[in-house]
T-cell receptor, first 111, second 112 residues
Framework: DQQVKQNSPSLSVQEGRISILNCDYT??????FLWYKKYPAEGPTFLIS?????DKNEDGRFTVFLNKSAKHLSLHIVPSQPGDSAVYFC??????????FGKGTSLLVTP | EAQVTQNPRYLITVTGKKLTVTCSQN?????MSWYRQDPGLGLRQIYY???????DKGDVPEGYKVSRKEKRNFPLILESPSPNQTSLYFC???????????FGEGSRLTVL
């Protein structure tokens, strides 16, 4: 059973606007959450993470928000750029290993 | 340069012919893992290893074997490949308990 769910397979956003990618999880034991970005023909690369003791983490244009009561996290990209077009995977873990990945959301940023 | 190297990158084989996909990392990471990516299913973990001689099953281990005799290497073995193992495979490594993994470029395997 999928413990990490990304319910939007794709998202299209105009350049300069905000991209919001969503992720839900079912296992309340997860304590560490990450986002990975994947370009075609490449392996995923780590983007940003958040511990369950926080509700927000920011890194430049990327911010991850965690709502533990709702078992929901989101990735905000502001402003979106064409180079952000990629597949984004949400992942969750207990104690930082055996990551559970979502199915991914394909983001397209149009000029 | 810090990297995870997988070989081969592309392989077409036939049912039942044993094959090994090698994975090597140069970052002295304790943790290594194998994933497969299939359309509509995302990344699913096959096996992982938290240190030398320590391996454990992930979500989809059936039909696969691994070994961790050296810290840097974590080969994936398909003893008798079947068509349902046609997939894109990724090896990853990372420091323990961080969750931040470095991925290889992937190995696309086709089993006829």
């Amino acid at each position: 059973d999928q413990q990490v769910k990304q319910n939007s397979p794709s998202l299209s956003v105009q350049e300069g606007r905000i991209s919001i990618l969503n992720c839900d999880y079912t296992n309340s034991m997860f304590d560490y959450f990450l986002w990975y970005k994947k370009y075609p023909a490449e392996g995923p690369t780590f983007l940003i993470s958040i511990s369950s003791i926080k509700d927000k983490n920011e890194d430049g244009r990327f911010t991850v928000f965690l709502n533990k009561s709702a078992k929901h996290l989101s990735l905000h990209i502001v402003p979106s750029q064409p180079g952000d077009s990629a597949v984004y995977f949400c992942a969750a873990s207990r104690s930082g290993y055996a990551l559970n990945f979502g199915k991914g959301t394909s983001l397209l940023v149009t000029p | 340069e810090a990297q995870v190297t997988q070989n081969p990158r592309y392989l077409i084989t036939v049912t039942g012919k044993k094959l090994t996909v090698t994975c090597s990392q140069n970052m002295n990471h304790e943790y290594m893992s194998w994933y497969r990516q299939d359309p509509g299913l995302g990344l699913r973990q096959i096996y992982y290893s938290m240190n030398v001689e320590v391996t454990d099953k992930g979500d989809v281990p059936e039909g696969y074997k691994v070994s961790r005799k050296e810290k840097r290497n974590f080969p994936l073995i398909l003893e008798s490949p079947s068509p349902n193992q046609t997939s894109l495979y990724f090896c990853a490594s990372g420091r323990l308990f961080t969750g931040e993994l470095f991925f290889g470029e992937g190995s696309r395997l086709t089993v006829l």
